[in-house]
């Protein structure tokens, strides 16, 4: 499958995506804040690769003028259902469809891995006022806590992926260089197992090897973690982490 294809896939579960993915910790966007040098409070932004809203709505929810950019028509028909008074339009971060320095942010969460940095970083630059901030923000399963070592360990083997590959796909999953400022923020929620498991169907390796596959994985680690959680609330564990720099 190539990259296209994955990020293609999502389309078809937009409400599945919508539904059981996380959010960001408050903590994360206080980060965006002192930065940036600035509030989100009246701040004109662009989240780029907006997906079904989830940033876009903490934003918002902060004062944020927000306008949304996304590619795919499944998400943002469901970006729509979500947020109808937040404009949203068709484009990628590639090739941004919004005018010259006309932002105070340009975000990205969870999405800046679709991208080509030797066009988005210019494309994000362009569309910034001078000041602005470029923000990317990206949620990964904290793996010291044991039982998540262990499903991304059962993940990895079930999908034949090796630790270089993945070492490489962290990587890309974030912006790099000496401009760019990094935080971190550890946080967590409790979901039932059936929220954990959807969360977990939602990513684009499961949506694109098929339902038959990918149920025969998701009850294997339904019958573990009914064992490992009785009363049926998973704590998911996450460490969410904020790449940003200045124009």
């Known amino acids: 499958m190539t990259a296209a294809s994955h990020a293609r896939s999502f389309d078809t579960a937009a409400a599945l995506y919508a539904a059981n993915r996380p959010s960001y910790p408050p903590a994360l966007l206080d980060a965006v804040e002192e930065l940036s040098g600035r509030p989100l409070a009246g701040a004109r932004t662009a989240d780029v690769g907006a997906?079904?809203?989830?940033?876009?709505?903490?934003?918002?929810?902060?004062?944020?003028?927000?306008?949304?950019?996304?590619?795919?028509?499944?998400?943002?028909?469901?970006?729509?259902?979500?947020?109808?008074?937040?404009?949203?339009?068709?484009g990628d971060g590639d090739r941004l469809p919004l005018a010259s320095g006309r932002f105070d942010l340009v975000t990205y969460a969870t999405a800046w891995h679709w991208t080509d940095p030797g066009r988005s970083v210019p494309e994000a630059l362009r569309v910034l006022r001078p000041g602005g901030a470029l923000a990317v923000l990206r949620n990964d399963s904290d793996e010291s806590v044991g039982w998540i070592a262990g499903q991304a360990a059962r993940v990895r083997r079930f999908f034949g992926v090796g630790q270089e590959a993945v070492e490489a796909a962290r990587a890309r999953s974030l912006p790099s260089g000496p401009g760019f400022t990094r935080r971190q923020v550890r946080w967590s929620r409790r979901v039932p197992l059936e929220t954990h498991l959807a969360n977990l169907a939602s990513h684009s390796d499961f949506l694109v090897i098929g339902k038959e596959a990918a149920d025969a994985f998701l009850t294997g680690e339904r019958d573990r973690l009914d064992a490992l959680f009785p009363g049926g609330t998973v704590e998911e564990a996450y460490i969410a982490t904020l790449c940003l720099t200045l124009r």
């Not at 590619?71 to 404009?87: N, Q, S, T, W």
């Open 51 to 90: 997906g079904t809203g989830l940033l876009t709505a903490l934003l918002a929810a902060r004062g944020a003028r927000v306008v949304a950019v996304e590619p795919g028509g499944g998400m943002a028909a469901e970006f729509r259902r979500a947020l109808p008074g937040v404009p949203v339009v068709r």
